[in-house]
T-cell receptor, first 113, second 115 residues
Framework: KAGVTQTPRYLIKTRGQQVTLSCSPI?????VSWYQQTPGQGLQFLFE???????NKGNFPGRFSGRQFSNSRSEMNVSTLELGDSALYLC????????????FGQGTRLTVV | QKEVEQNSGPLSVPEGAIASLNCTYS??????FFWYRQYSGKSPELIMS????GDKEDGRFTAQLNKASQYVSLLIRDSQPSDSATYLC???????????????FGKGITLSVRP
């Protein structure tokens, strides 16, 4: 059974650009959550999608957005990139929303220059 | 108070010793608790989940949950150098009715097992 797949693995962007990251969850899983990980702040929750609906959102500016498709694949978009957006972006998949185990993908390392 | 708090590290133990990692959480209504291991440069890997008060054992790992005191811990017996990693405590924090719960992580504690 394939795990959670995130693409791309590495990305270098210039300040002001926008970026789209992709996440394919484990087959059968319908919930996808996104996290930002930085050395100083640890793992910060961005948002969670379940059955194409955003179920919960963290405390990030509106430049961070996401969506989920009917096949449960999810994308997150960051517009007008800032240097501080440089981080490891992790996607986690669960079979359902709520109190269930979450499994992480390998992450996308975003560097903004 | 932080939603999920872990001891400041790092923690260093000799090979073969018991490593004890602790975590406290703020939401008394939380129902799901997890421990993740993250090796340097890798993504977090789920190693234990616990939902009821008491102990749950899986090989050399034991998770302990005390909802009354709002803490969850992870014991690693017979620690090995390969256990050297950052351990993240995660709690499903409820918001309102619980329909909007989110998995919230502590900052993590780095464990180093000395050969």
């Amino acid at each position: 059974k394939a795990g959670v797949t995130q693409t791309p693995r590495y990305l270098i962007k210039t300040r002001g650009q926008q970026v789209t990251l992709s996440c394919s969850p484990i087959s059968g899983h319908r919930s996808v959550s996104w996290y930002q990980q930085t050395p100083g702040q640890g793992l910060q929750f961005l948002f969670e999608y379940f059955s194409e609906t955003q179920r919960n959102k963290g405390n990030f500016p509106g430049r961070f957005s996401g969506r989920q498709f009917s096949n449960s694949r999810s994308e997150m978009n960051v517009s007008t990139l800032e240097l501080g957006d440089s981080a490891l972006y992790l996607c986690a998949s669960s079979w359902a929303a709520g109190n269930t185990e979450a499994f992480f993908g390998q992450g996308t390392r975003l560097t903004v220059v | 108070q932080k939603e999920v708090e872990q001891n400041s590290g790092p923690l260093s133990v000799p090979e073969g010793a018991i490593a004890s990692l602790n975590c406290t959480y703020s939401d008394r209504g939380s129902q799901s608790f997890f421990w993740y291991r993250q090796y340097s440069g890798k993504s977090p890997e789920l190693i234990m989940s616990i939902y009821s008060n008491g102990d749950k054992e899986d090989g050399r790992f034991t998770a302990q949950l005390n909802k009354a005191s709002q803490y969850v811990s992870l014991l690693i017996r017979d620690s090995q150098p390969s256990d050297s990693a950052t351990y993240l405590c995660a709690v499903n924090i409820l918001k309102g009715t619980g329909a909007n719960s989110k998995l919230t992580f502590g900052k993590g504690i780095t464990l180093s097992v000395r050969p």
